[in-house]
């Protein structure tokens, strides 16, 4: 899907997180370098106690250590158009997230016209 959609993306590459009183490296499914990072997990058993248990306690990292996330699950994914609803949770993740409010000042700045390298 990314491919299609033209997005960049890293596939279970390696994340620093805080989890449990130390640092941890884990590996997400996908991060969006051009969406800040944002990182897209699979959730593909979601009928299974302990493995949604283990998703619970990703979102509760990921939100604890700020980082946005979105989590699709197999019923994100029974109709024609999914697609283009897991594209706007990804655009509504990244333009809501708090990170973003912090440094929206810097990420939305009016470009100058000045040129490097052409001085006078």
Request: aromatic share 16%.
């Amino acid at each position: 899907m990314f491919r299609r959609h033209g997005i960049p993306f890293l596939y279970e590459h390696p994340l620093l997180v805080y989890d449990r009183g130390s640092y941890r490296i884990w590996h997400p499914d996908f991060r969006l370098p051009t969406y800040g990072g944002l990182i897209v997990e699979y959730a593909g058993m979601p009928d299974v106690p302990d493995y949604m248990a283990g998703i619970r306690h990703k979102e509760r990292v990921f939100q604890q250590n700020k980082l946005p996330a979105v989590f699709i699950y197999p019923r994100d994914l029974r109709n024609d158009s999914w697609q283009q609803q897991v594209m706007a949770r990804i655009e509504e993740a990244y333009h809501t997230h708090e990170w973003r409010k912090c440094w929206s000042h810097v990420l939305e700045a009016p470009a100058t016209s000045a040129r490097v390298g052409q001085y006078r």
